[in-house]
Structures are given as C-alpha cells and as structure tokens.
C-alpha cells in the first residue's frame, strides 16, 4: 500500500523512499535511447515493482509517456480511481466479467487469446460502443497470445466485430537479455511473418510493440515502435553489468533497535547458526522476511550503516534481523540502517540482494511487503 506514515503517529522506522524525480530522470534517460517515432509504455505491474503505481503514473504526462500497462484489472482500476489520465493497458489474462468492467472503465485490453478476443468482441458489440485492444502474438514466449493457428479465426472474428478496435499487434521476448540470443532474431522473424499473415487475412495495426528493458537496452527497436519497460525505469539492471546512467528508485531502510554487546560463544537467532566469534556488539533491526526481506540473505548479506557495510548474522526472523557491527565505529541506537540503496559512498542493489539469495532483481522489489510504509520524494 502506499500509506505515507502520518507524522503524529510513531509508526514503524522501517520504511520504503521512493525517490519520485529519479524515477522521472529514468523514464527521460528511457526515452532518449528509443528510435525516431518511438514511444514509451511504461509497465506498472505488482504496484509498480513495489514502488506505488498511483504515484508514479501521477508523476507522468502524456508527453512523457504513451501509456501505462499493468497486468490486472483491479491495478488498472487502482489508477483510474486516482484519475491518471494516460491510457490503460491492462495485459490481462482477464475473466469474463472483468472483461466487461475494463470495457466500460474503458480500459486498452491485450487479448491473450482467440477466447478472449470472442469475449470482447461480444461485449463490444452489445454494448455499440469501441473496445481499443492490442493483440498478442506468441512469438516464442509460449505464456499468452494468439499462435500460428488462431490467426484465421482471429481474423474472422476481427472482420466480423466492426466496435473493437484493433490499436496494435504486441508479443514478449524471453531471451532479451542474453547477448546475440538467437532465439531473440527467431521471435522478431515469427512476430514479423505472424503480422504479415494477419494483413493478408484482411487485419490491419497501427502500431507494433515487442521490446522490454532488456531489448530497450540493446536498441533492439524498430523505428515507431512502442516499447513496454519496467525495470529500466527503477534503475534495475535487466542485463548483468549494465546500469547505463540509470538510478535506483527504491531506498528501503530501517533503524537500530536493539543494541548489544555479548562475549565470545554467543549463539545468535534461530537455529543458532552463528554464534559470535569475539566480544560483539550486535544489532536487532526491525524487519524480516514478512517484509519481504529473503530468509535466504541469513548469514548471507551486508546492511549500511553509518556508510559502512555491516553483515547479518544469524537467521533473519518474520520480523527481526541481526546485525555485527563490531566493526561499525560509533555505531549508536536508533541509526539508520539501509537495507537497499545507498547511504554515503555504499550502495546495496537489488542485484546484489537477488544474487545472494538466488532469486531476480525484479522478486527483491516486487517482495517488499505491504506493511512497508512507502515515502515519496522529490515528486
Ligand atoms: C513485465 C512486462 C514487461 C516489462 O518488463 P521489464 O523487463 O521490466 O521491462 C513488458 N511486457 C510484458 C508483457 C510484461 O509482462
């Protein structure tokens, strides 16, 4: 949820900055690698990667941005209620009544399918009014969208419902981000004969989108063409290696709630997986995995404090972390402790929390839990 903590309460400190003008600098920094006629769809799914939708989409206009694309309906909904005004596109898969809910909010809908396509077209019809859609093809994700042998019905439907109105012809890559994927050229060449097939059956796009942040990144992008970017526009790396001027989003951090010193041999958390090797001073944040923070980063990541990089010890708890900060001068109760982002001259990435507990970038951000008040800055 995107409840700023109200001042008057003492809430929690463990909290989620959303910095809103680097979000902004991002989506320019996205904008600037696009072709001539290119334009951005900005994709803000799982409440934007976690970072709050509503506030992100209120940061956009028009001119920045050609449309929103979330994956649900009630996502969808969310940004309507708060009255953004860029288009909509809901990448589904939607039932039958949400169907109808997302014609009449007027809704763009991806038809993920000759099921859906059916769907619509019948609510479009019923209703005589347009239903803007952008047609998936499968090019080789094999998730959703119209393969080789739905494009004659497809396009039987198509000619027959004259209220849905066809924007634009979309697939997904799988391997954008691996380098010369030859899978990659095989989707570009499906997607191009697929398209090719539904002009010669009478169905006819405006407009083409196929590129993520990987393909983004990689200019793998027709001049005109739309592109769908997510991670890009958080800083997050889609390829290994690769930031390209691009800035985290998200600073997620906490504060020393608990401060101890203990003799050698003390055993730490659950499980007693670690016990201290020296006198040390621990610390006990308050956050854990049922904020999203991996119980697989136990024993097995650094937090910030005072610019200095500190090691979890022991198992991370539902609710609870513990840190050595022996080494951390002048380490006092109530610091800041960064979980994710920078503090000083240190960073910890998404990448680098993904990489340690085995997972991507994009489940790290998209983890962090709901109970996780987000603070918004520089909107
Ligand atoms: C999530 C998603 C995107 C954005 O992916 P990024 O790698 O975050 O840019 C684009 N298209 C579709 C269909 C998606 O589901």
Same mark, same amino acid.
């Given at each position: 949820?995107?409840?700023?903590?109200?001042?008057? /309460?003492?809430?929690?400190?463990?909290?989620?900055?959303?910095?809103?003008?680097?979000? *902004?600098?991002?989506?320019?920094?996205?904008?600037? %690698?696009?072709? +001539?006629?290119?334009?951005?769809?900005?994709?803000?799914?799982?409440?934007?990667?976690?970072?709050?939708?509503?506030?992100?989409?209120?940061?956009?206009?028009?001119?920045?941005?050609? *449309?929103?694309?979330?994956?649900?309906?009630?996502?969808?909904?969310?940004?309507?209620?708060?009255?953004?005004?860029?288009?909509?596109?809901?990448?589904?898969?939607?039932?039958?009544?949400?169907?109808?809910?997302?014609?009449?909010?007027?809704?763009?809908?991806?038809?993920?399918?000759?099921? %859906?396509?059916?769907?619509?077209?019948?609510?479009?019809?019923?209703?005589?009014?347009?239903?803007?859609?952008?047609?998936?093809?499968?090019?080789?994700?094999?998730?959703?969208?119209?393969?080789?042998?739905?494009?004659?019905?497809?396009?039987?439907?198509?000619?027959?419902? +004259?209220?849905?109105?066809?924007?634009?012809?979309?697939?997904?890559?799988?391997?954008?981000?691996?380098?010369?994927?030859?899978?990659?050229?095989?989707?570009?060449?499906?997607?191009?004969?697929?398209?090719?097939?539904?002009?010669?059956?009478?169905?006819?796009? #405006?407009?083409?989108?196929?590129?993520?942040?990987?393909?983004?990144?990689?200019?793998?992008?027709?001049?005109?063409?739309?592109?769908?970017?997510?991670?890009?526009?958080?800083?997050?790396?889609?390829?290994?290696?690769?930031?390209?001027?691009?800035?985290?989003?998200?600073?997620?951090?906490?504060?020393?709630?608990?401060?101890?010193?203990?003799?050698?041999?003390?055993?730490?958390?659950?499980?007693?997986?670690?016990?201290?090797?020296?006198?040390?001073? /621990?610390?006990?944040?308050?956050?854990?995995?049922?904020?999203?923070?991996?119980?697989?980063?136990?024993?097995?990541?650094?937090?910030?404090?005072?610019?200095?990089?500190? #090691?979890?010890?022991?198992?991370?708890?539902?609710?609870?972390?513990?840190?050595?900060?022996?080494?951390?001068?002048?380490?006092?109760?109530?610091?800041?402790?960064?979980?994710?982002?920078?503090?000083?001259?240190?960073?910890?990435?998404?990448?680098?929390?993904?990489?340690?507990?085995?997972?991507?970038?994009?489940?790290?951000?998209?983890?962090?839990?709901?109970?996780?008040?987000?603070?918004?800055?520089?909107?």
């Amino acid at each position: 949820m995107s409840t700023a903590p109200d001042p008057e /309460i003492h809430w929690r400190p463990t909290v989620v900055e959303v910095d809103v003008a680097a979000f *902004m600098r991002n989506v320019d920094t996205v904008r600037g %690698m696009l072709p +001539p006629g290119s334009r951005l769809i900005a994709v803000l799914k799982a409440d934007g990667y976690g970072h709050g939708a509503v506030q992100l989409a209120r940061a956009c206009s028009r001119h920045h941005v050609a *449309m929103i694309a979330v994956s649900l309906l009630e996502e969808a909904m969310k940004l309507h209620e708060a009255a953004v005004d860029i288009p909509i596109l809901v990448l589904g898969p939607l039932t039958a009544h949400q169907i109808e809910l997302a014609a009449e909010y007027e809704m763009v809908l991806g038809i993920t399918g000759p099921e %859906m396509l059916d769907a619509v077209a019948a609510v479009a019809t019923r209703r005589r009014r347009p239903v803007r859609v952008h047609l998936k093809l499968d090019s080789g994700m094999g998730r959703m969208g119209l393969v080789e042998s739905d494009l004659a019905e497809a396009a039987t439907i198509l000619t027959h419902a +004259p209220f849905v109105q066809l924007d634009a012809l979309y697939s997904h890559f799988s391997t954008a981000s691996e380098p010369h994927s030859a899978h990659t050229s095989l989707q570009i060449e499906r997607f191009r004969q697929m398209a090719e097939r539904l002009r010669d059956l009478g169905v006819h796009a #405006p407009l083409d989108h196929m590129a993520n942040s990987a393909a983004t990144l990689r200019a793998i992008v027709n001049p005109g063409d739309f592109v769908r970017v997510g991670m890009l526009l958080f800083g997050g790396e889609p390829i290994d290696g690769t930031r390209s001027g691009l800035e985290p989003v998200m600073r997620w951090t906490t504060r020393i709630a608990r401060l101890k010193t203990m003799p050698p041999g003390s055993p730490i958390g659950y499980g007693a997986t670690w016990t201290t090797p020296r006198d040390s001073c /621990i610390a006990t944040i308050p956050v854990g995995y049922a904020d999203g923070y991996p119980y697989l980063l136990s024993n097995n990541a650094d937090v910030l404090i005072r610019g200095r990089r500190a #090691p979890i010890v022991g198992r991370v708890s539902m609710d609870l972390v513990t840190v050595d900060v022996t080494d951390i001068d002048g380490v006092a109760l109530g610091d800041e402790v960064v979980l994710l982002g920078r503090q000083g001259d240190e960073i910890v990435t998404a990448e680098e929390l993904a990489g340690r507990s085995g997972t991507i970038s994009y489940e790290i951000l998209c983890g962090v839990g709901h109970r996780v008040p987000r603070t918004y800055i520089g909107g």
